[in-house]
């Protein structure tokens, strides 16, 4: 087990930034991959960005040349810098542990969710 802890989500305008944070306990961080996804009311959970154990990190189209993703393995936490904020970036962010496949892409390939933390975006 990997317990995770997202924070940071809140309310913010379009064209604004927010800054979310997923610590994580037990395990060794440092040879984790590490992921975000996203899941908006009455849609799937899909993927936003990842960052292998090595650093190289994976975007989703969306949210390409806005988001970008970090780690401080000495904190045993993973960074989701969200910059100018579209509303259809609303939802709850999610982070998770890469455990299997070979695909960074699939939802599949990851296990051990936290609660999430709601990101509301305003038009």
């Known amino acids: 087990q990997v317990p995770l802890a997202e924070s940071g989500g809140g309310l913010v305008q379009a064209g604004g930034s927010l800054r979310l944070s997923c610590a994580a306990s037990?395990?060794?961080?440092?040879?984790?991959?590490m992921g975000w996804f996203r899941q908006a009311p009455g849609k799937e959970r899909e993927f936003v960005i990842a960052i292998t154990r090595g650093g190289i990190i994976f975007y989703a189209n969306s949210v390409k040349g806005r988001f970008t993703i970090s780690r401080d393995n000495a904190k045993n936490t993973v960074y989701l810098q969200m910059n100018s904020l579209k509303p259809e970036d609303t939802a709850v962010y999610y982070c998770?542990?890469?455990?299997?496949?070979?695909?960074?892409?699939?939802?599949?390939?990851?296990?051990?969710w936290g609660q999430g933390t709601q990101v509301t975006v305003s038009s």
């Open positions: 037990g395990g060794t961080f440092s040879r984790y991959d």
């Open positions: 998770s542990v890469k455990v299997s496949g070979a695909s960074y892409y699939s939802r599949n390939n990851y296990d051990y």
